[in-house]
């Protein structure tokens, strides 16, 4: 009786998991529940863990160590840029796909320099988002050639694409105006970023004397001008 060789394997296959394990971050529960009913069907993908804030994906990441983390950009307790950076911090093998609803370069931007794989529109079709993490848990980037490359330019040259009136805006005051941008109140974004709405309106007087705006709209229509612009530079 004889037996036969084993087939020879590819060397990346062995690399890959055969079940991907991912974690799902969004602040909205429906859309959780949303996508892990997407990925439960499939064969190859296995949602192991899921968390609604940046401290708990943190948090559940290094327990869990997921293979692939799907992260919504915006976060009600910070953003998902900077939990990507801490979870890959922590586990550098972790590949972390970036989701967000809306296309906005200086997230983009933001999240290649943290370590994100990938950059994905929540308008994406459920057979798209799951070939996706499944590129991304191979070890592939799905970042765009000439995306990267813009970002190289800027890290190169730091001040070229950079707004005056914006550049005089603090990180805190630059994700207050994303959210006026959005239509948010004061009192909503008190709750979100957990300060006393008194705070954010004098956050908000800050903004548009550094802005030069007399309004909330015109600041959020200078935003919304700028990064058309930087769009259009890609």
Do not use: W
């Not at 160590?65 to 972790?94: K, Q, S, Y």
């Not at 809306?102 to 308008?123: E, N, P, R, T």
């Not at 005056?164 to 959005?182: C, G, K, S, V, Y």
């Amino acid at each position: 009786m004889t037996t036969s060789e084993p087939a020879d394997t590819p060397e990346d296959a062995a690399d890959t998991p055969a079940t991907i394990r991912v974690m799902l971050v969004d602040d909205h529960e429906i859309v959780r529940q949303g996508l892990a009913s997407l990925l439960e069907a499939t064969d190859d993908l296995e949602v192991v863990v899921e968390a609604g804030t940046a401290e708990e994906a943190v948090a559940r990441a290094k327990v869990f160590e997921p293979d692939v983390v799907v992260m919504d950009v915006r976060l009600p307790d910070g953003n998902g840029v900077d939990a990507c950076r801490d979870i890959r911090a922590h586990r550098p093998e972790t590949r972390v796909l970036m989701l967000t609803s809306f296309s906005d370069d200086q997230a983009l931007f933001d999240s290649i320099m943290a370590g994100a794989a990938g950059y994905v529109l929540k308008q994406v079709r459920g057979t798209e988002l799951a070939d996706s993490i499944r590129r991304v848990g191979r070890g592939e980037s799905i970042l765009d050639p000439a995306v990267t490359k813009r970002v190289l330019e800027r890290i190169r040259n730091p001040d070229e694409d950079k707004d005056e009136r914006l550049a005089r805006l603090t990180p805190t005051e630059e994700r207050i105006l994303d959210m006026i941008a959005d239509g948010r109140t004061n009192r909503e974004i008190a709750e979100r970023i957990h300060l006393a709405e008194k705070t954010i309106k004098n956050y908000v007087s800050g903004i548009l004397s550094k802005l030069e705006v007399s309004r909330r709209v015109e600041a959020a229509a200078y935003l919304v001008e700028q990064r058309t612009r930087e769009r259009r530079s890609y």
